[in-house]
C-alpha cells in the first residue's frame, strides 16, 4: 500500500524564518515519484518539483529546496527566509504503480503554513 | 496558453440527483485525471484518462465515472448524489499518459449536496 504522512498539521512562522515541511512515505515499488504541490487560497494546485525514486540529489530552486533520503523514507522540503506570500497548504503525494495497472498518486494531508509579517 | 478550466465553478444539488462536471484541459495534454478533495479525506485520487480511456482508477464507488473525448475534455459524473459527495473536485491534466508526470491543476468545481 501507498501512504505519505505528513505529520505538520498547521505551521506558523514569522516572515524571513526558514521552515521545512515535512513529508514520510511508504511503498513496496522500487519505482515511484514524489512531488510537492502548493495549494494558495485560490485552491489550485501549484506543482512545485517531482523526483523519482532512483535520483537521491538534493534540489535547490531559489528559496525552495527538498531533502530526499530513501534510507528515511522522507522527501522533506525547506523554505528559507520564508515570506507572506509563502502561506498556502503544501502536499506532498507519492506515486508508484505498474505500466499495466496504471499509476495512482496518493496526497499527504497537507501542511498549512502561514507566514505572518 | 490558456489553463485547465472546469466548469461549473460552483454547484449545488440534492441528495439522489446526479450530476456531471466538465473539464478542459491544456492545449495538447491528452491525460486527464480527477481528485476529490474533502476536509476529513484530504485530496483523493478519483480516476485518470488517457486518449479516451480509463487509465487508472481510484478507490470510489461506482457511483463516481468519468469519460474522455476525442478533444482530451473530460466529464465526470456522480449519480445518486450523497450528502459526503460534497467536496471540491480538481481536474488535472498532463501531457503525457500517467499520474506520475508533472500534472496542472484547474480551480476546481465545489459542490454542495444538501
Known amino acids: 500500500a501507498q501512504k505519505v504522512t505528513q505529520a505538520q498539521t498547521e505551521i506558523s512562522v514569522v516572515e524571513k524564518e526558514d521552515v521545512t515541511l515535512d513529508c514520510v512515505y511508504e511503498t513496496r515499488d522500487t519505482t515511484y515519484y514524489l512531488f510537492w504541490y502548493k495549494q494558495p487560497p485560490s485552491g489550485e494546485l501549484v506543482f512545485l518539483i517531482r523526483?523519482?525514486?532512483?535520483?537521491?540529489q538534493n534540489e535547490i530552486s531559489g528559496r525552495y529546496s527538498w531533502n530526499f533520503q530513501k534510507s528515511t523514507s522522507s522527501f522533506n522540503f525547506t523554505i528559507t527566509a520564508s515570506q507572506v506570500v509563502d502561506s498556502a497548504v503544501y502536499f506532498c503525494?507519492?506515486?508508484?504503480?505498474?505500466?499495466?495497472?496504471?499509476?495512482?498518486?496518493?496526497f499527504g494531508k497537507g501542511t498549512s503554513l502561514l507566514v505572518t509579517p | 496558453k490558456a489553463g485547465v478550466t472546469q466548469t461549473p465553478r460552483y454547484l449545488i444539488k440534492t441528495r439522489g440527483q446526479q450530476v456531471t462536471l466538465s473539464c478542459s484541459p491544456i492545449?495538447?495534454?491528452?491525460?486527464v485525471s480527477w481528485y476529490q478533495q474533502t476536509p476529513g479525506q484530504g485530496l483523493q485520487f478519483l480516476f485518470e484518462y488517457f486518449s479516451e480511456t480509463q487509465r487508472n482508477k481510484g478507490n470510489f464507488p461506482g457511483r463516481f465515472s468519468g469519460r474522455q473525448f476525442s478533444n482530451s475534455r473530460s466529464e465526470m459524473n456522480v449519480s445518486t448524489l450523497e450528502l459526503g459527495d460534497s467536496a471540491l473536485y480538481l481536474c488535472a491534466s498532463s501531457l503525457g499518459e500517467g499520474t506520475y508526470n508533472e500534472q496542472f491543476f484547474g480551480p476546481g468545481t465545489r459542490l454542495t449536496v444538501l
Open positions: 523526483r523519482n525514486s532512483f535520483d537521491e
Open positions: 492545449s495538447g495534454h491528452r491525460s
Open positions: 503525494a507519492l506515486c508508484s504503480g505498474h505500466s499495466n495497472s496504471g499509476y495512482a498518486l496518493n
